[in-house]
Structure formats: structure tokens, C-alpha cells
């Protein structure tokens, strides 16, 4: 049982005292209260998701992408997102500062990337990442260019 599951986390030691010489004395209940320490390791883990199996962007076109960040670690971190694009596509988050996350606690930032004007076959990947003096994650989000289209105008 844990302070999480709703219980306290000093324990009540109790015992009961009966009297030998007196069979017919009442039983009498004594408390004592045992506060206990307990030492909990530190854990830090970050983890990094999207929905976004992939990504395919028109050229020159600005798009988003979701990146959820949950601290599965038991304590509150500080949690530091850094972004790499492609040769020729820009990336950058909306929110630069730092997130603050309690245990347990998922917070969600957008990535604004801008690819390349020209068109270039391939996939290509937008990393995100999380380094720290405790912990690491990564999140690679594969990237795809449309070709461009042509507005045909009848006239």
C-alpha cells in the first residue's frame, strides 16, 4: 500500500493487553503511533509520442506536428525539448521554455516545420529530443514532400 492508493503513510501499531489475574477485567486497547521513514529512489523517465505516423508536407507549406510529453518518472522534472529537421526544412517548437511535469503528468507541444520550396523525392525524419543530466528520450517523426500542384485555370 502506498500514500497514492489512499493510505496514510504513518502506520498504527496496536496491541492488545489482558490481564491474568483479573479474568473478568475488561481487555484494554493501547495506541502507539510508529512514524515510519521510508528512503524512494529518484526515478526519471521521459517519454515522447505523436499521433503522427507520418507527416507529408507541401512544399514551402508551413504544417504541425503533435508531440505529447508525459513524465513517467516518480518525481517532478524538468523537461527540455530540442528539435532537428532535414537539409532545406526549418523546425522549431511554439514554446520554447522548459515544461515542468509532476509525476504522471502528460503535457502536449507543437512543432512548426516548414519544408523546402523545391521539391525533392524521398522520406526524410524530424527528430525531437530530450537530454538531460538523468535522462534521454527521442521521438523520430518521419517526413514526406507532396509534389507540388497546378492550379489549371479554364478560360
Known amino acids: 500500500p502506498t500514500a497514492s492508493d489512499g493510505y496514510d503513510p504513518t502506520w498504527l ?4 493487553e489482558s490481564s491474568e489475574a483479573e479474568p473478568t477485567t475488561a481487555r484494554t486497547t493501547d495506541a502507539i503511533i510508529v512514524p515510519v521513514i521510508l528512503d524512494i529512489t529518484p526515478v526519471h523517465r521521459v517519454q515522447l509520442s505523436t499521433d503522427a505516423a507520418m507527416v507529408h508536407a507541401l512544399a514551402g507549406r ?3 506536428v503533435l508531440v505529447r510529453v508525459r513524465n513517467e518518472g516518480n518525481i517532478t522534472d524538468t ?3 530540442d528539435v532537428s529537421a532535414p537539409s532545406g526544412w526549418r523546425a522549431r517548437l511554439d514554446e520554447s521554455a ?11 507541444r507543437t512543432v512548426l ?4 520550396v523545391t521539391y525533392r523525392d524521398g522520406v526524410n525524419e524530424l ?3 530530450h537530454r538531460s543530466a538523468h535522462t ?13 500542384t497546378r492550379a489549371t485555370v479554364f478560360g
Open 136 to 148: 534521454s528520450a527521442s521521438l523520430t517523426v518521419p517526413l514526406t514532400l507532396l509534389p507540388p
Open 13 to 16: 501499531a496496536t496491541w492488545r
Open 62 to 64: 508551413r504544417d504541425r
Open 79 to 81: 523537461i527540455a525539448l
Open 113 to 116: 516545420i516548414t519544408p523546402p
Open 127 to 129: 527528430v525531437v529530443q
Open 98 to 108: 522548459p515544461l515542468v511535469l509532476s509525476a504522471g503528468v502528460t503535457a502536449t
